[in-house]
Nanobody
Framework: QVTPVESGGGSVQSGDSLRLSCVIRGYMSSGATYCAGWFRQAGLGREAVAVIKNDGTTIYADSVKGRFTISRDNAEDTLFLQMTSLQPHDTGVYYC????????????????????????WGQGTQVTVSS
């Protein structure tokens, strides 16, 4: 059982930037097939923020398009989320998640598949944005 290790959260002002990192040992290196992403939870709801597949395809929530960028360093098994122009509604606990297979499922979007199939979830890092 792999537990990803996230870092980079913090408290910032509106308009600031943060870069989150997540080390997921054994999931991305050596040409692995994988799907990984970031989710955030504020209150009771969990929202998918961004997903990346091993072929480099990226998917973003509408609320973060143009502001957030997901990327990875396969050699270091590390997932990143660069967040710019942060706003108070971006506040939440950010979790990384991954699975060592393609994120596909009958009737499921890639994001839905990742959320269901992920077998490695980080413990979360808090991001607080004040106005």
């Amino acid at each position: 059982q792999v537990t990803p290790v996230e870092s980079g959260g913090g408290s910032v002002q509106s308009g600031d930037s943060l870069r989150l990192s997540c080390v997921i040992r054994g999931y991305m290196s050596s040409g692995a097939t994988y799907c990984a992403g970031w989710f955030r939870q504020a209150g009771l709801g969990r929202e998918a923020v961004a997903v990346i597949k091993n072929d480099g395809t990226t998917i973003y929530a509408d609320s973060v398009k143009g502001r957030f960028t997901i990327s990875r360093d396969n050699a270091e098994d590390t997932l990143f989320l660069q967040m710019t122009s942060l706003q108070p509604h971006d506040t939440g606990v950010y979790y990384c998640a991954a699975v060592r297979k393609r994120c596909v499922g009958s009737g499921l979007t890639t994001v839905q598949a990742l959320e269901i199939m992920a077998d490695a979830w980080g413990q979360g890092t808090q991001v607080t944005v004040s106005s």
